[in-house]
């Protein structure tokens, strides 16, 4: 470590303003802060910091997002030699999935980091860390086939147009990876939907039907058991489909509060209601309960939905965006058989307007102030 | 009445003052105008005039009766002045035992602008502060209550039982005094830690009582007025501290004109950490030589969440009663923000360590990581116990839209309420400055 301090003080005046290195200032000072902790202290106001920072925030939730990603690689695997109608052992199958996800992943960095860093030097800011957790989730909210040259300009596209054109993290108000996956969807259609991208190189004669598209076409009789979806065994998008997975993610950033349990909550809420209703109605063979353990319901409630950012900021707003999340995702679901996933659709919607749902919650708080402080008034 | 602080957070740090009072002096006083908040100093002496404890050293030029005196009989130095020939510091030669008191004869009070009068013209009077703003209010205007906190809930914060030990009378009267002062219809609050023994302001009278329990900011007067008279535009509310309560106590009882103090020498860094009483002003340099031997260390005029660092001028500010001493940080630490880490204080779950909230953590003064946009958005409310949106009022400062920083209830709040958000922020934001300059802001607006 002291060698590596040492190298640091010794190269990093050559990066500072002014001198031939400082083109790569951004990207010396991410690898450097990468390594080695900051070494700037406080000045003025508060003396002591709490250890925390947004590093450990994003590894945080790139830890809770591990399970669901070697579940995921694995059942690529799986997927792809059950259409073949091989056997293979469970490394195989993990080595399959993985030779498949890292190119898409090293892809996603590359292209995203690279216009990250470009952005951070010509501000003169540091590298964002929210990027790391973006593009570990592009990758996961792919079908495993999909080609590396859009899943790259899918990538540009939304660190760019969702992100960077605001101000970078913080600023923005769409989440960057499902934009990405927004892109691919409304760009790309065929390589993100219908049957046939959902298992990678699979035989022809194997029909790749996520359990979704076969309950919206009427064909439940095929469907896999629920056990099987809630282990996660189906065909899918790399990190959606172990439900497991997912909930031991949340469990890890709940107990982290890293995420908001009451969007959480909401969302699954939201979603387990208005599923019920339609089944009630006779509008939806499934239940409620069935609707949270299909597509990428519980993925988006968990992972996408708590993006701290682009979700409400209001702790109130957070259970109204919440639950209007999983009753939206719910009603696309069920009633616009052409998308047989809303979750995608109900997020990026209520993005849009989470801003207004906090204006009218500051705007009751600051009602309740002023009748707080009448209150107090009479009293006195 | 009782109020339950849910919201906030103890930090401890090691080196609580022991109780043990020790005396310190030196010849050399440091009067600095930037002590008062937004104070502009008009000069009314010059290098080489000698001063008694009480002559007027400079007023200020919003009103000119408001005045800063000297603590101390002796030869005014020189005049240090910064950019802009801001008046910095004016040094005050003492003989080498100082005389740090006066006799004052006057002729007894009997109404609120008579005391008045005292205060500003013995210099008195800038001990009161007001809310909004955290100002030196103006003579002609009365608050609509008065607050006394009479407990520091900060780390490390001193034991108000040792700073008024001995002046327990002088604090009865300060307060009968200053109630003369405000008038029968302002009430006087005293706000108690509950649980803890209150005698001595429990027997003052004509005052409400009121126990304040849970973490800190419940020591803080700001959380104490938002819960017992929230401020509304064009509302003010002054408060003071308890000991400056009894030097207005001692001046009424005594006519004795004293600026002497009782301070708390604290932190990790502080080899003997105990009580000191010296006047105001007092050039602490020999004391921190002989407290600190090593370079890293920073003083701090004040707790560590709301202090001034000291570097230039080796003095207490005009409102502190605490000193700390806190090790400088800055060490690199490999993948620091990957590793578990049991060592490193933290409220946040991420790290294993908050489990350990009674333990004491070995803080510095490292800033733990990058500057950043804000993120998360659920991290300052769990350290803010107000009925006010604290992310929302930020942006409305950094956004300098002073409506909605009025709706939202800036006026409430001081810098010194947002040092715990400081503290947690993920993003290593400067909330306690972004608040001080919406107030600067707003402040501007209403003289406008």
Same mark, same amino acid.
């Given at each position: 470590?002291?060698?590596?301090?040492?190298?640091?003080?010794?190269?990093?005046?050559?990066?500072?303003?002014?001198?031939?290195?400082?083109?790569?200032?951004?990207?010396?000072?991410?690898?450097?802060?990468?390594?080695?902790?900051?070494?700037?202290?406080?000045?003025?106001?508060?003396?002591?910091?709490?250890?925390?920072?947004?590093?450990?925030?994003?590894?945080?939730?790139?830890?809770?997002?591990?399970?669901?990603?070697?579940?995921?690689?694995?059942?690529?695997?799986?997927?792809?030699?059950?259409?073949?109608?091989?056997?293979?052992?469970?490394?195989?199958?993990?080595?399959?999935?993985?030779?498949?996800?890292?190119?898409?992943?090293?892809?996603?960095?590359?292209?995203?980091?690279?216009?990250?860093?470009?952005?951070?030097?010509?501000?003169?800011?540091?590298?964002?860390?929210?990027?790391?957790?973006?593009?570990?989730?592009?990758?996961?909210?792919?079908?495993?086939?999909?080609?590396?040259?859009?899943?790259?300009?899918?990538?540009?596209?939304?660190?760019?147009?969702?992100?960077?054109?605001?101000?970078?993290?913080?600023?923005?108000?769409?989440?960057?990876?499902?934009?990405?996956?927004?892109?691919?969807?409304?760009?790309?259609?065929?390589?993100?939907?219908?049957?046939?991208?959902?298992?990678?190189?699979?035989?022809?004669?194997?029909?790749?039907?996520?359990?979704?598209?076969?309950?919206?076409?009427?064909?439940?009789?095929?469907?896999?058991?629920?056990?099987?979806?809630?282990? $996660?065994? &189906?065909? @899918?998008?790399?990190?959606?489909?172990?439900?497991? +997975?997912? /909930?031991? #993610?949340?469990?890890? =950033? !709940?107990?982290?509060?890293?995420?908001?349990?009451?969007?959480?909550?909401?969302?699954?809420?939201? $979603?387990? &209601?208005? @599923?019920?209703?339609?089944?009630?109605?006779?509008? +939806?063979? /499934?239940? #409620?309960?069935?609707? =949270? !353990?299909?597509?990428?319901?519980?993925?988006?409630?968990?992972?996408?939905?708590?993006?701290?950012?682009?979700?409400?900021?209001?702790?109130?707003?957070?259970?109204?965006?919440?639950?209007? /999340?999983?009753?939206?995702?719910?009603?696309?679901?069920?009633?616009?058989?052409?998308?047989?996933?809303?979750?995608?659709?109900?997020?990026?919607?209520?993005?849009?307007?989470?801003?207004?749902?906090?204006?009218?919650?500051?705007? /009751?708080?600051?009602?309740?102030?002023?009748?707080?402080?009448?209150?107090?008034?009479?009293?006195? | 009445?009782?109020?339950?602080?849910?919201?906030?957070?103890?930090?401890?740090?090691?080196?609580?003052?022991?109780?043990?009072?020790?005396?310190?002096?030196?010849?050399?006083?440091?009067?600095?105008?930037?002590?008062?908040?937004?104070?502009?100093?008009?000069?009314?002496?010059?290098?080489?005039?000698?001063?008694?404890?009480?002559?007027?050293?400079?007023?200020?030029?919003?009103?000119?009766?408001?005045?800063?005196?000297?603590?101390?009989?002796?030869?005014?130095?020189?005049?240090?002045?910064?950019?802009?020939?801001?008046?910095?510091?004016?040094?005050?030669?003492?003989?080498?035992?100082?005389?740090?008191?006066?006799?004052?004869?006057?002729?007894?009070?009997?109404?609120?602008?008579?005391?008045?009068?005292?205060?500003?013209?013995?210099?008195?009077?800038?001990?009161?502060?007001?809310?909004?703003?955290?100002?030196?209010?103006?003579?002609?205007?009365?608050?609509?209550?008065?607050?006394?906190?009479?407990?520091?809930?900060?780390?490390?914060?001193?034991?108000?039982?040792?700073?008024?030990?001995?002046?327990?009378?002088?604090?009865?009267?300060?307060?009968?005094?200053?109630?003369?002062?405000?008038?029968?219809?302002?009430?006087?609050?005293?706000?108690?830690?509950?649980?803890?023994?209150?005698?001595?302001?429990?027997?003052?009278?004509?005052?409400?009582?009121?126990?304040?329990?849970?973490?800190?900011?419940?020591?803080?007067?700001?959380?104490?007025?938002?819960?017992?008279?929230?401020?509304?535009?064009?509302?003010?509310?002054?408060?003071?501290?308890?000991?400056?309560?009894?030097?207005?106590?001692?001046?009424?009882?005594?006519?004795?004109?004293?600026?002497?103090?009782?301070?708390?020498?604290?932190?990790?860094?502080?080899?003997?950490?105990?009580?000191?009483?010296?006047?105001?002003?007092?050039?602490?340099?020999?004391?921190?030589?002989?407290?600190?031997?090593?370079?890293?260390?920073?003083?701090?005029?004040?707790?560590?969440?709301?202090?001034?660092?000291?570097?230039?001028?080796?003095?207490?500010?005009?409102?502190?009663?605490?000193?700390?001493?806190?090790?400088?940080?800055?060490?690199?630490?490999?993948?620091?923000?990957?590793?578990?880490?049991?060592?490193?204080?933290?409220?946040?779950?991420?790290?294993?360590?908050?489990?350990?909230?009674?333990?004491?953590?070995?803080?510095?003064?490292?800033?733990?990581?990058?500057?950043?946009?804000?993120?998360?958005?659920?991290?300052?409310?769990?350290?803010?116990?107000?009925?006010?949106?604290?992310?929302?009022?930020?942006?409305?400062?950094?956004?300098?839209?002073?409506?909605?920083?009025?709706?939202?209830?800036?006026?409430?709040?001081?810098?010194?309420?947002?040092?715990?958000?400081?503290?947690?922020?993920?993003?290593?934001?400067?909330?306690?400055?972004?608040?001080?300059?919406?107030?600067?802001?707003?402040?501007?607006?209403?003289?406008?």
């Amino acid at each position: 470590m002291n060698i590596l301090t040492q190298l640091s003080d010794k190269i990093s005046h050559h990066f500072e303003k002014g001198k031939p290195l400082y083109c790569f200032y951004a990207l010396y000072d991410a690898i450097d802060t990468f390594l080695l902790t900051p070494s700037e202290v406080t000045s003025g106001g508060s003396h002591i910091r709490d250890a925390v920072d947004m590093k450990r925030i994003m590894i945080t939730v790139m830890i809770a997002l591990c399970p669901a990603l070697f579940f995921g690689m694995w059942n690529i695997g799986v997927q792809h030699f059950l259409s073949l109608g091989e056997n293979a052992t469970f490394w195989r199958c993990f080595g399959y999935g993985f030779l498949k996800w890292l190119p898409l992943v090293m892809v996603t960095y590359f292209s995203g980091l690279t216009i990250e860093v470009i952005f951070a030097q010509h501000r003169g800011h540091q590298v964002a860390e929210g990027f790391f957790v973006t593009g570990f989730l592009i990758p996961m909210i792919m079908p495993p086939d999909v080609p590396l040259w859009i899943v790259a300009i899918a990538t540009a596209f939304s660190v760019l147009f969702a992100k960077e054109v605001f101000g970078g993290t913080g600023y923005n108000f769409l989440n960057p990876a499902l934009i990405a996956r927004a892109f691919v969807f409304f760009a790309y259609p065929s390589v993100i939907s219908g049957d046939a991208v959902w298992i990678s190189e699979s035989a022809d004669a194997v029909s790749g039907a996520t359990p979704l598209a076969l309950v919206m076409n009427d064909a439940t009789a095929q469907m896999p058991s629920f056990l099987d979806m809630f282990i $996660g065994t &189906i065909p @899918g998008c790399i990190g959606e489909t172990s439900k497991i +997975c997912i /909930i031991i #993610g949340a469990i890890l =950033l !709940l107990y982290t509060q890293v995420a908001s349990w009451r969007i959480m909550l909401s969302v699954v809420v939201g $979603g387990w &209601i208005t @599923g019920t209703l339609f089944h009630a109605a006779g509008m +939806c063979p /499934i239940t #409620g309960w069935q609707h =949270l !353990l299909m597509g990428g319901f519980l993925f988006g409630a968990v992972f996408m939905a708590t993006d701290p950012v682009t979700a409400t900021h209001t702790q109130a707003g957070k259970w109204i965006y919440g639950l209007l /999340i999983g009753i939206l995702a719910i009603v696309i679901r069920v009633i616009n058989k052409g998308y047989p996933e809303g979750m995608m659709l109900a997020i990026l919607l209520m993005n849009i307007f989470a801003p207004l749902i906090d204006y009218c919650i500051v705007k /009751i708080k600051i009602r309740k102030r002023k009748i707080n402080i009448s209150k107090h008034k009479i009293l006195l | 009445m009782d109020f339950h602080i849910r919201k906030g957070v103890d930090i401890r740090l090691a080196g609580t003052a022991k109780e043990e009072i020790q005396n310190f002096a030196s010849s050399r006083f440091l009067i600095c105008p930037t002590d008062f908040r937004w104070l502009k100093p008009r000069l009314l002496i010059a290098p080489g005039s000698s001063v008694n404890v009480g002559t007027p050293l400079f007023c200020s030029k919003e009103d000119e009766r408001i005045v800063i005196v000297s603590p101390v009989q002796g030869e005014v130095m020189e005049v240090i002045r910064g950019n802009h020939r801001a008046i910095e510091a004016i040094v005050i030669q003492a003989d080498s035992s100082p005389i740090t008191f006066a006799n004052v004869s006057f002729p007894e009070p009997t109404n609120s602008s008579e005391i008045a009068e005292l205060l500003i013209s013995n210099g008195l009077w800038p001990f009161l502060r007001q809310r909004p703003f955290a100002t030196i209010p103006t003579p002609d205007t009365r608050p609509k209550a008065l607050f006394v906190s009479c407990f520091d809930s900060a780390p490390l914060a001193p034991n108000f039982g040792i700073l008024l030990k001995g002046k327990e009378e002088y604090f009865h009267e300060g307060i009968r005094r200053l109630h003369q002062l405000v008038g029968k219809d302002c009430p006087v609050h005293l706000c108690l830690p509950k649980g803890r023994s209150n005698q001595l302001f429990e027997s003052v009278e004509e005052v409400k009582l009121h126990y304040f329990d849970g973490p800190h900011p419940a020591g803080n007067v700001g959380t104490q007025i938002h819960r017992i008279a929230p401020i509304d535009k064009g509302e003010t509310i002054w408060f003071i501290h308890p000991q400056d309560v009894a030097t207005i106590g001692r001046f009424f009882l005594t006519h004795e004109l004293s600026f002497e103090k009782r301070i708390a020498l604290t932190g990790p860094c502080a080899e003997n950490p105990c009580y000191y009483t010296f006047p105001y002003g007092t050039d602490l340099s020999a004391l921190l030589n002989c407290e600190t031997t090593n370079a890293q260390v920073r003083k701090i005029s004040g707790n560590v969440l709301t202090g001034n660092q000291l570097t230039k001028y080796n003095t207490l500010r005009f409102y502190d009663t605490q000193l700390t001493l806190l090790p400088e940080g800055g060490e690199r630490k490999l993948l620091g923000w990957l590793l578990p880490n049991f060592k490193k204080w933290s409220l946040s779950h991420t790290f294993l360590s908050w489990l350990f909230q009674h333990h004491i953590f070995a803080h510095n003064t490292s800033l733990q990581g990058g500057r950043r946009n804000f993120v998360m958005t659920d991290v300052y409310e769990k350290v803010f116990p107000f009925e006010i949106l604290p992310l929302q009022l930020m942006k409305a400062c950094l956004t300098e839209d002073i409506e909605q920083m009025e709706e939202l209830g800036i006026y409430e709040v001081d810098d010194e309420d947002f040092a715990l958000c400081e503290v947690v922020c993920p993003s290593k934001m400067e909330c306690q400055k972004i608040i001080r300059e919406g107030l600067y802001k707003i402040k501007m607006e209403n003289q406008a």
